[in-house]
């Protein structure tokens, strides 16, 4: 069975330090992994994904991840973080094996930038 | 926790007729509702926002005649993919959205719709 695990309901960070965001997943054979942000009153938007190569992948807004296999992780980073960062992040993953569908989200981690 | 059921999770259309994609909120009222489609290998596309008791809003590039939004109650939006093709062959997700505000809004997910239009 698929499944994805965002441990932190909340995340609070000050502008400008590092942030992470943690998610953990569960899947039969490869996964394909995915970032996505919501911002107030709007519907997802893509940030990156992971597919195959490079563990770390860079997204949208100077965001990264890094694929993690024998920890099944798939955390979001960014160096700096600006207060305009402030929004819902879902993880999500699909199996190779379903063919890429079967999309399973997290249940969402609300990022706060503090200035 | 909420839960958002959409149904059916599979369905199989010959090219040509029309197929509807339910979603409901089964134990809140979502006032705005998300439809998305994904292909393979590719990330989430938002298709449209669904308000409840008023049209639709499409993104760019998404043919609302063709992919027609109903949002009649608080509990269910409906996604109909009308006159289908093989192109329209996709993952179909719904997700609906609990409260309001920054701090107190949730999103959640439906678990799909897989079509596949012959």
């Known amino acids: 069975a698929q499944s994805v695990a965002q441990p932190e309901d909340q995340v609070n960070v000050a502008e400008g330090n590092p942030l992470t965001v943690k998610c953990t997943y569960s899947?039969?054979?490869?996964?394909?992994l995915f970032w996505y942000v919501q911002y107030p009153n709007r519907g997802l938007q893509f940030l990156l994904k992971?597919?195959?190569?490079?563990?770390l992948v860079k997204g949208s807004y100077g965001f990264e991840a890094e694929f993690n296999k024998s920890q099944t992780s798939f955390h979001l980073k960014k160096p700096s973080a600006l207060v305009s960062d402030s929004a819902l992040y879902f993880c999500?993953?699909?199996?190779?094996?379903?063919?890429?569908?079967?999309?399973?989200f997290g249940t969402g981690t609300r990022l706060t930038v503090i200035p | 926790g909420a839960v958002v059921s959409q149904h059916p999770s599979r369905v199989i259309c010959k090219s040509g007729t029309s197929v509807k994609i339910e979603c409901r909120s089964l134990?809140?009222?979502?006032?705005?509702m998300f439809w998305y489609r994904q292909f393979p290998k590719q990330s989430l596309m938002l298709m449209a926002t669904?308000?409840?008791?008023?049209?639709?809003?499409?993104e760019q590039g998404v043919e609302k005649d063709k992919f027609l939004i109903n949002h009649a109650s608080l509990t269910l939006s409906t996604l109909t993919v009308t006159s289908a093709h093989p192109e329209d062959s996709s993952f179909y997700i719904c997700?609906?959205?609990?409260?309001?505000?920054?701090?107190?809004?949730?999103?959640?997910f439906g678990s799909g719709t897989q079509l596949s239009v012959l």
């Open positions: 997700s609906a959205r609990r409260g309001q505000g920054a701090l107190r809004e949730k999103l959640f």
């Open positions: 899947v039969s054979g490869n996964p394909y």
């Open positions: 992971y597919i195959t190569g490079d563990n």
């Open positions: 999500a993953v699909s199996g190779q094996q379903t063919g890429a569908n079967n999309l399973f």
């Open positions: 134990d809140f009222q979502a006032t705005t």
């Open positions: 669904s308000n409840e008791g008023s049209k639709a809003t499409y």
